[in-house]
């Protein structure tokens, strides 16, 4: 099956600490793999994909395929970054490429 | 707008009482997406539309649960017999192509009371 998982529901750090929310995934092949955020009362938005390498709002995420992980990493979190992070991938399995997501992962940086 | 719409933002409903999710993809895009979003559980993929054909209907969770699109445009989630284990909050997403940049809506959240 092709499936992500992020283990951790709740996540907590101090303002300017690091922060990384784990994410794993399940896929034959080679993957397509993305970080979604949605902050309060926001729509779900895209925040990086791994294709790009690029860094967003200081996110950096790797995949690792020896690990089959694809970890979100920020060395200093900020007040902002509070919200509910997505992990996803496109699935093919069902007939069509659709994005396929975690259950998530709710970042609360404190002051 | 230029974005994804979604009507209602909130509907509450009685058990066993019909509803009806719209959403208003981007214009252009051929793709469009339902999602459920529910405490705990992430997101669920229940629909994907190529213009007006459904070809991955496998997230459905039941024959309660049934959505069309017309015109290659707009869609409409339909439950039937509504139980409260639907209460959600049903999202909308629409692409060019492929679900790679879907673009999300705002969302209807459904309350079964």
């Known amino acids: 099956a092709q499936r992500v998982t992020q283990p951790e529901k709740l996540l907590s750090v101090f303002k300017g600490a690091p922060v990384e929310l784990k994410c794993n995934y399940s896929?034959?092949?080679?993957?397509?793999l993305f970080w979604y955020v949605q902050y309060s009362r926001q729509r779900l938005q895209l925040l990086l994909r791994h294709i790009s390498r690029e860094s967003i709002k200081g996110f950096t995420a790797d995949l690792n395929k020896g690990e089959t992980s694809f970890h979100l990493k920020k060395p200093f979190a900020q007040e902002e970054d509070s919200a509910m992070y997505y992990c996803?991938?496109?699935?093919?399995?069902?007939?069509?490429?659709?994005?396929?997501f975690g259950k998530g992962t709710k970042l609360t940086v404190n002051p | 707008g230029a974005g994804v719409s979604q009507s209602p933002s909130n509907k509450v409903t009685e058990k066993g009482k019909y509803v009806e999710l719209r959403c208003d993809p981007i214009s252009g895009h051929t793709a469009l997406y339902w999602y459920r979003q529910s405490l705990g559980q992430g997101l669920e993929f229940l629909i994907y539309?190529?213009?007006?054909?459904?070809?991955?209907k496998s997230g459905l969770p039941s024959d309660r649960f049934s959505a069309e699109r017309t015109g290659g445009s707009v869609s409409t989630l339909t439950i039937q017999r509504t139980q409260q284990e639907d209460s959600a909050v049903y999202l909308c997403?629409?692409?060019?192509?492929?679900?790679?940049?879907?673009?999300f809506g705002q969302g209807t959240r459904l309350t079964v009371v």
């Open positions: 996803a991938l496109i699935s093919t399995q069902g007939g069509s490429e659709k994005l396929v």
């Open positions: 896929y034959s092949g080679s993957p397509e």
């Open positions: 539309f190529q213009g007006n054909s459904a070809p991955d």
């Open positions: 997403a629409s692409s060019q192509d492929r679900g790679i940049f879907a673009f």
